[in-house]
């Protein structure tokens, strides 16, 4: 058996080669990485720190230490979300904005270094893809002494940008002028479309590599493919197509010419990067249109897989699909997780895939082979004309899921009788019970909903205990299909859907038994859930003496070598720290708005910080605000 502190050793060696790879971040003392160098900190996106000044003993202390204001919000308080995870490289803070600036701030105190604003200097007339959100930028060295440092920007509007990260200034010698359209390589009837990267690029050596958004409603739409670029140039290295074209492999899984024009299936999520291996790593989302198969028979291949490719060519390795023929919005939400684990008394390289229908599958990063079983179940058949509905799903049989799966009439709330009545009187006219039910025109409940279980907050994996970290939502949704007027079945098909409805009680909570939000552990070397906690609370329901419920989320977790999970993401407006080993809550703290992103953790001179984006607004609906806080112990 490994030792934890060999196992911590040999990450931190790991760290340092993959941060010198990049260009050299610094390191503070013992050796831990005193920056966060990517939005996952290590290149596979671990979002794991060595860092312990701050620990279990100490965390009840910490306290805002700078607050950073992006200007952004409107006269009237409104704005838009904030989903970035800063980067931290050699004492500066690289931050993207909720209109796409991109921000370097320094990292002890909170100064501005400079802006650079892709909007305003460079105005475009592309629309923005997903509502124009950006989870983070990325940073390239050429790796020598006072050599090319670039930071990353792939914006919504499909452009990338790369910046000089000393002055902010665009370099020339890539792309045009120091920007990359992304558009002009795609057919030209859907150049105009939504498209655009919307999480933060990958760096393999000189490769950078982008995930998109694009169209997943009805209708023609832009592609999801996969594409690398030369990081010092901005030319096209290598695209893969997530939807196969004629000719390729698993294009038999779309019959007749339903790959055609066809959107989605694009991994939006982000990209994970083994830099020994030479591999990147993307989990892709459904096929369009998101709820209604019927014009694209087949499991659909790639959309809902994780897909190893090639970092130089972009060929794939290897791929498993992990829902076939997607009928509810199911994406693959976030990148997979690269991580290490023990088997059979030997340690094997991994990918860890968290998943909307709650379920996290592991595979082994060489092959794709699952290191715990995945089985084939009976999934219930569709009754709408046209629709074929895969008849078995994968699932595994290790670890359990971290979503509940079913809703039955035993599932409805019971934080108070009138609550439970509504709930009932409405589940009593809609399709509900089994996993995998699909969608119909009376109306079905769908859970884990929409937004999962795990949602593109993904996970968090701490090395030297092999436990994954993961928050994930318990509220279901309501689907329900329509048919399309006469007019519109030519372009948008015979079915369109009513919205996007959660299913809620009386006065407008989750209609299910609590938790709706949980924070849960998961021993990847034994497959079995350690522990699960609430995560968040609605004060007013604490008041009327109901426990902690946890509340829906958006943004995810990281670990530290001192003891704790940090996570915000919560309606409740709170940062939160967890014991890594037994999920008791040790610290919580207001922010000025929602934290719907994920942290991270650095240090300068010696002292730690979490950082946080409470940017508030998005899908939760609350108060918008335009800050990043940093929290660190007095000095």
């Not at 904005?97 to 802006?115: C, N, Q, Y």
């Not at 967890?578 to 922010?591: A, I, Q, V, Y």
Request: net charge negative; with cysteine; hydrophobic share 40%.
């Amino acid at each position: 058996m490994v030792g934890k502190e060999d196992i911590r050793m040999r990450f931190t060696i790991l760290l340092g080669l993959a941060a010198a790879a990049l260009g050299g971040p610094a390191f503070g003392e013992a050796g831990a990485s005193a920056d966060w160098p990517g939005v996952g900190n290590d290149p596979g996106r671990m979002r794991y720190s060595a860092l312990d000044r701050i620990d279990r003993d100490n965390v009840a202390r910490l306290r805002p230490a700078w607050t950073f204001h992006t200007g952004e919000l409107a006269a009237d308080g409104s704005g838009k979300t904030i989903e970035c995870t800063p980067i931290v490289v050699d004492g500066t803070m690289y931050i993207s904005t909720a209109l796409l600036k991109v921000i370097a701030l320094d990292a002890a105190t909170g100064a501005e270094r400079w802006r650079f604003d892709p909007l305003k200097e460079h105005p475009t007339s592309h629309p923005l893809a997903s509502g124009g959100v950006n989870r983070g930028v990325a940073y390239w060295s050429d790796g020598e002494p006072g050599g090319k440092r670039r930071i990353l920007h792939g914006a919504a509007d499909g452009r990338l940008f790369s910046i000089d990260a000393a002055t902010g200034k665009l370099d020339p010698e890539f792309g045009e002028g120091g920007i990359r359209d992304l558009r002009p390589e795609l057919d030209e009837k859907v150049r105009s479309l939504p498209y655009g990267p919307t999480s933060a690029p990958a760096v393999y050596k000189d490769v950078v590599v982008l995930g998109f958004s694009c169209g997943e409603g009805p209708g023609i739409a832009a592609p999801g493919d996969v594409r690398g670029f030369d990081v010092r140039t901005g030319a096209e290295v290598w695209r893969f197509h997530t939807i196969p074209r004629p000719g390729e492999f698993a294009h038999e899984t779309w019959e007749g010419d339903s790959w055609r024009d066809r959107g989605a299936a694009n991994a939006w999520g982000g990209v994970s990067v083994d830099a020994e291996r030479g591999m990147v790593f993307v989990a892709t989302g459904s096929a369009a249109f998101d709820f209604h198969g019927g014009d694209r028979p087949g499991d659909n291949l790639f959309a809902n897989c994780v897909i190893a490719l090639d970092a130089a060519t972009g060929k794939r390795v290897w791929h498993f699909q992990t829902l076939r023929h997607d009928l509810w919005d199911h994406d693959l939400p976030a990148h997979p997780t690269l991580v290490t684990v023990e088997r059979d008394g030997r340690r094997v390289d991994a990918v860890a895939q968290t998943t909307k229908t709650g379920y996290v599958f592991l595979f082994d990063r060489e092959t794709g082979t699952p290191l715990f079983e995945v089985r084939d179940v009976p999934a219930p058949a569709s009754d709408v004309p046209g629709e074929r509905a895969a008849a078995t799903q994968p699932v595994p049989v290790k670890p359990p899921p971290f979503s509940r799966q079913t809703f039955d009439d035993d599932d409805a709330t019971d934080i108070g009788e009138t609550n439970r009545k509504s709930v009932l009187e409405q589940l009593a006219k809609l399709d509900h019970g089994p996993p995998f039910l699909p969608p119909s025109t009376r109306g079905t409940v769908v859970f884990p909903g929409f937004h999962g279980g795990a949602n593109w907050s993904g996970a968090a994996f701490d090395p030297t205990s092999g436990l994954l970290y993961v928050n994930s939502n318990d509220v279901p949704n309501i689907l329900t299909l329509s048919e399309s007027k006469p007019e519109q079945v030519a372009t948008l098909g015979p079915y369109l859907h009513t919205g996007y409805f959660r299913f809620l009680d009386h006065e407008g909570y989750p209609a299910v038994k609590p938790p709706w939000g949980v924070l849960s552990a998961i021993d990847l070397n034994r497959g079995e859930i350690v522990w699960q906690v609430p995560l968040g609370e609605h004060p007013e329901l604490t008041a009327r003496g109901i426990p902690r419920t946890g509340t829906e989320t958006f943004g995810g977790a990281i670990v530290t070598a001192g003891g704790l999970v940090f996570i915000a993401g919560t309606k409740d407006e709170r940062i939160h720290a967890f014991d890594k080993t037994d999920g008791r809550l040790l610290w919580e703290h207001p922010l000025p708005a929602g934290g719907y992103a994920t942290p991270a953790t650095y240090s300068v001179n010696g002292r730690q910080y979490v950082v946080i984006a409470a940017g508030g607004a998005g899908k939760l609906g609350t108060r918008a605000g335009d800050a990043f806080v940093a929290f660190a112990l007095a000095e």
